[in-house]
C-alpha cells in the first residue's frame, strides 16, 4: 500500500473520512461534540439538520480549517489541521453561493483555472495541460461552450455550474457542497442536484451533500447524517427520516406528509 494510494479501488470501503469522538468549537461554544463517524470511498452522503446544528463547522474541518479540540479527524489518513497539506487539494469545495458581481471581469474558464492553483502548490504557473483539465471539467457541466463568457453574466444555476467545474478542476477525491441548490429556483435546483448524481457516479467521487432540502435529496443518497450539535442519526434514508427522529431534531418545525416532509425554516438568514 505505502507510495501507492492511486492503486486502491474506489468501491473499496476504505473510509476517506474518519470523526473518531471528535468535537469543534471556538470561543467557549461547542458546536459539533463527540462525533464519530466514517465516511468510505465512493459514498453520496447529505448532511442534513437544523440551522445552527453544526453543519457548517462540519464542513470547515473536513476542509480543515478547524482541529478538533477533542478526538480526532482523519482525512486521507492525514490527521492534520493544515491548509496547505497535499491532502486539501484532494477536496473540491463549492461553498455557499454568493452574489457575483455582473460587472466582475473575469470569465468562465478563468474562474475554473482557479481549481488548479490549489492542486498546483504556490509557485507552478498554469500551463496547456492545466487549461485542459479545466476545459475537461467545464465539459462535464456542459458549460464549455460559455469558456470566454463573463461569470457575472450567467444565470445562478450556470454560475453553479462553472463553481462546480472549479472544485472538479482540482481532480479531487471529495466534492463537498455546502447548500447548493439555495437561491436557485426549483428547476434549476433539481438540475444542479441531478448533475451531483452524474458526477458522482461517473467520475466515482465521494459526494457530501450539505442541504435543507431532504425532499430533493432522499432519494438520490447512500446514507443521511443528521446533525444536531450531535450525531443524530446517520444510515440509509428511510432509517433516518422516521417521525420520532425528526420530530426529536426539528421539532414542531416539521410537518410530515405521505410523501414529503417540509422544515418549516427560514434559510436565508443561516450563518
Known sequence: ME???HSVPTDSHEPIIRFDHASFGFSGVIALKDISLSINAGEFIGVIGPNGSGKTTLCRAVLGLMAPIEGHLHIFDCA????RCHHRAKIGYLPQKGVV????PVTVLETVMMGRYGALGLFSRPGANDRDIAMAALAHVSMEG???TALGHLSGGQQQRVFIA??????????LLDEPTTGLDITTQHNVIELVQHLHEELKLTVLLITHDINMIRSRVDRLVLLKTRLY???PPADVLKPDILSAVYGKDVVITDKDLV???DYHHHH
Do not use: M, S, T, W
Request: charged fraction near 30%.
Open 146 to 148: 460559455h469558456k470566454d
Open 101 to 104: 458581481d455582473r460587472n466582475f
Open 233 to 235: 442519526a446517520a444510515g
Open 263 to 265: 422544515i418549516v425554516e
Open 3 to 5: 507510495g501507492v494510494p
Open 80 to 83: 492534520c489541521d493544515k491548509l
Open 166 to 175: 472549479r472544485a472538479l478542476a482540482q481532480q479531487p477525491k471529495v466534492l
